[in-house]
């Protein structure tokens, strides 16, 4: 048993390393260097990464400090932010859990969800066997959290070396690398359509809503939209 979970957790550790865990790094250098900028030492820009690990909060964070901002309405806009990802824990968690877990347990292992680790998952866990789908998750995640400290730790030093065109440019690795993934995960009329809506609302919300409920409206009407024409095509004899 513990030889088997080990091979997951190499499996894991191996998946993130051949390329996800990389482009997550890429998103966290320009975290260090907005630590440095509002004047935090190396090790607190680590810490950010490691209590927090969501490259928008972060930003959020590091972008209210340096603008004054009191720390309360900080704390209060930094957890707003993540609650973005409590859908994909809640529809990760059945996988990964297990008889016994206590809550603090569970609550250990939602503070590895991200987008990167949650695409991945969603992807590979349903067809695992279900003693080898958390060491897998721990691994692929794990992995991915390591190599974002690094990153972070190495724009901490490198802040104000990197040409913009090139920040920009891996910026932009992250959202691409999400898109593919998706496409190559999709298995179900569900999946496709999803992803279809989320193309067609997304500009159309923007144009309406403004860029501050684009993306929240576009997700609840799409992801909407897809559950239910999943649901008739399950449906349908």
Same mark, same amino acid.
């Given at each position: 048993?513990?030889? $088997?979970?080990?091979? *997951?957790? %190499?499996?894991?550790?191996?998946?993130?390393?051949?390329?996800?865990?990389?482009?997550?790094?890429?998103?966290?250098?320009?975290?260090?260097?907005?630590?440095?900028?509002?004047?935090?030492?190396?090790?607190?820009?680590?810490?950010?990464?490691?209590?927090?690990?969501?490259?928008?909060?972060?930003?959020? %964070?590091?972008?209210?400090?340096?603008?004054?901002?009191?720390?309360?309405?900080?704390?209060?806009?930094?957890?707003?932010?993540?609650?973005?990802?409590?859908?994909?824990?809640?529809?990760?968690?059945? *996988?990964?859990?297990?008889?016994?877990?206590?809550?603090?347990?569970?609550?250990?292992?939602?503070?590895?969800?991200?987008?990167?680790?949650?695409?991945?998952?969603?992807?590979?866990?349903? $067809?695992? $066997?279900?003693?080898?789908?958390?060491?897998?998750?721990?691994?692929?995640?794990?992995?991915?959290?390591?190599?974002?400290?690094?990153?972070?730790?190495?724009?901490?030093? %490198?802040?104000?070396?990197?040409?913009?065109?090139?920040?920009?440019? %891996?910026?932009?690795?992250?959202?691409?690398?999400?898109?593919?993934?998706?496409?190559?995960?999709?298995?179900?009329?569900?999946?496709?359509?999803?992803?279809? !809506?989320?193309?067609?609302?997304?500009?159309?919300?923007?144009?309406? !809503?403004?860029?501050?409920?684009?993306?929240?409206?576009?997700?609840?009407?799409?992801?909407?939209?897809?559950?239910?024409?999943?649901?008739?095509?399950?449906?349908?004899?």
């Amino acid at each position: 048993m513990v030889s $088997e979970s080990r091979s *997951y957790l %190499l499996l894991g550790i191996g998946s993130a390393l051949a390329l996800p865990a990389w482009i997550v790094g890429f998103s966290l250098l320009g975290v260090g260097s907005l630590a440095r900028d509002a004047g935090h030492p190396a090790g607190a820009a680590l810490l950010s990464t490691l209590l927090v690990w969501a490259a928008p909060a972060q930003v959020i %964070l590091y972008g209210s400090i340096v603008a004054g901002t009191a720390l309360p309405v900080i704390a209060i806009a930094v957890a707003l932010s993540a609650v973005r990802l409590m859908p994909m824990t809640v529809a990760l968690m059945p *996988y990964v859990r297990r008889p016994g877990q206590g809550l603090l347990t569970q609550a250990f292992i939602a503070h590895f969800v991200t987008v990167t680790a949650w695409v991945d998952a969603m992807r590979r866990l349903p $067809e695992m $066997e279900p003693a080898g789908r958390l060491p897998y998750f721990l691994g692929f995640a794990g992995s991915c959290l390591t190599v974002s400290m690094a990153a972070t730790l190495a724009g901490y030093y %490198l802040a104000g070396a990197l040409p913009l065109p090139l920040a920009a440019g %891996l910026v932009s690795v992250t959202p691409i690398y999400f898109m593919v993934s998706l496409v190559a995960g999709a298995r179900l009329v569900a999946d496709w359509a999803a992803i279809s !809506l989320g193309f067609v609302l997304l500009p159309l919300a923007t144009v309406t !809503l403004g860029r501050d409920f684009d993306l929240l409206a576009a997700g609840l009407v799409g992801g909407t939209a897809a559950y239910l024409i999943g649901r008739r095509k399950v449906a349908q004899p």
